[in-house]
């Protein structure tokens, strides 16, 4: 289903008010995706997801809070084991606000609430970014959206502009396959290590084909993600991301300046967040990027929270940002698809938030770039690269 909703032209000051657009969906590569930007479809797709369940329910939040949205999500959940379904929830311990108390109902219902901990002394370094659920090994809804309120308000309350994704298709079954992994690193009866896990990530094969999973997370070597992501950019005329936080290694900026001076580089970024310090971070790169050409824009409605990467005719969504923690620290998930129609697709998607944001132009860029704004964003992008978001997001710097 395609949307219903013409997308609005004009600039960010004379366009209509923005409205998330309807859901969409796209066979690509064997695989249906549905695609959820506004917060109300994407719950209720959630439900349904869980409400259809009749066998096995994978779940793995970064965060999942005590709120409202969080207990329907929950006693959906609970009803789901009541009825006889497997539950397997997994949570992450810095980010979720979900104890014991709270979740009770689903564990009094028979489903599994696992913890991705502090055990293996690293807690306040690397963490479980990664948001996905699976239904029956057949069906799976994954983005960068997390189970709090905020995730699910429309723009108007300030909510946070994201997207989900249902899957359906074969690739499913290797999601699948990384669940269990995840599974046996927050089972406190199988003590995997963190060397364990490293090397997991490090040798997971996300194969060859037009559709695959990527993994990221702590390795001596490029996560699959990144190594992935990095070759891609590399050899690129088109590139169109939409993301939440952006602050990469200056190699990276460089590339995407390259990208820019052989075709075409746009970048869709916040205007606006809860955590002023990666706006900041973004910004300290934006100079760079501007003198090659690329494309800056910065979404003015609401809080962004969307991860979509377009480079080329391959299209990454998932849970991972542009930043070194997403890049080199995080656990993340991100799926691949090397589809033309479906690049197409996401890349007018892009341009649909273009008309409500503002263009970051040289001139732009030079008024906003005074002495104290360069030691701000300086500032921002070493805390935001040594520090988890939960922390910097404290730290408004003035921004």
């Known amino acids: 289903m395609e949307s219903a909703r013409p997308e609005p032209e004009g600039g960010a000051e004379g366009a ?20 959820y930007p506004s917060g109300g479809d994407r719950l209720a797709a959630l439900l349904s997801l869980i409400e259809a369940a009749r066998h096995t329910l994978r779940l793995y939040y970064y965060i999942f809070a005590t709120d409202q949205c969080a207990e329907k999500v929950r006693d959906a959940l609970a009803a789901a084991a009541r009825r006889g379904v497997t539950v397997t929830l997994i949570v992450d311990d810095f980010g979720s ?48 959206f997390n189970i709090e309120q905020a995730y699910f308000d429309p723009p108007e309350k300030n909510g946070w502009n994201d997207l989900g994704v249902l899957v359906e298709g074969d690739a499913v079954k290797r999601l699948c396959d990384w669940f269990d992994l995840l599974d046996a690193w927050t089972d406190d009866s199988r003590r995997v290590t963190f060397m364990d896990a490293r090397r997991q990530v490090r040798e997971w094969q996300a ?18 993600w990144a190594r992935s992501v990095i070759v891609d950019i590399a050899l690129a005329t088109r590139l169109d991301i939409m993301v939440a936080y952006f602050s ?32 900041g971070a973004a910004r300290a790169n934006y100079g760079r990027m501007l003198r090659r050409g690329v494309e800056i824009y910065e979404f003015e409605p609401c809080k962004l929270h969307a991860k979509i990467f377009v480079v080329d005719d391959v299209t990454y969504i998932g849970s991972a940002n542009f930043d070194m923690r997403s890049l080199y620290l995080n656990l993340e998930i991100m799926l691949r698809i ?12 892009i341009a649909g938030h273009v008309p409500h944001s ?18 701000r964003w300086s500032l921002s992008w070493f805390l935001v690269t040594v520090l988890d978001y939960t922390v910097t997001r404290r730290l408004n710097l003035g921004l």
């Open 16 to 35: 209509a008010p923005y409205r998330d657009p309807e859901p969409f969906s796209i066979r690509a590569q064997g695989q249906q995706l549905t695609f």
């Open 97 to 144: 606000t979900a104890d014991a108390k709270f979740l009770a109902p689903l564990t009094e219902a028979g489903g599994m609430v696992q913890r991705f901990s502090s055990r293996w002394g690293v807690r306040y370094l690397i963490r479980n970014h990664q948001k996905m659920a699976i239904r029956d090994g057949e069906a799976a809804m994954i983005g960068g």
């Open 207 to 224: 194969g060859t084909g037009p559709v695959r999973w990527l993994v990221g997370g702590p390795s001596r070597t490029l996560s699959p």
């Open 248 to 279: 990469p290694r200056r190699g990276l900026v460089k590339r995407i300046g390259k990208v820019a001076q052989r075709g075409e580089a746009r970048l869709l970024l916040a205007a606006k967040s809860d955590n002023a310090a990666t706006i």
């Open 338 to 349: 090397e589809d033309k129609a479906l690049a197409e697709r996401m890349r007018s998607f």
């Open 358 to 375: 503002t263009h970051v132009t040289r001139e732009l860029h030079r008024q906003r770039r005074t002495a104290w704004s360069r030691i």
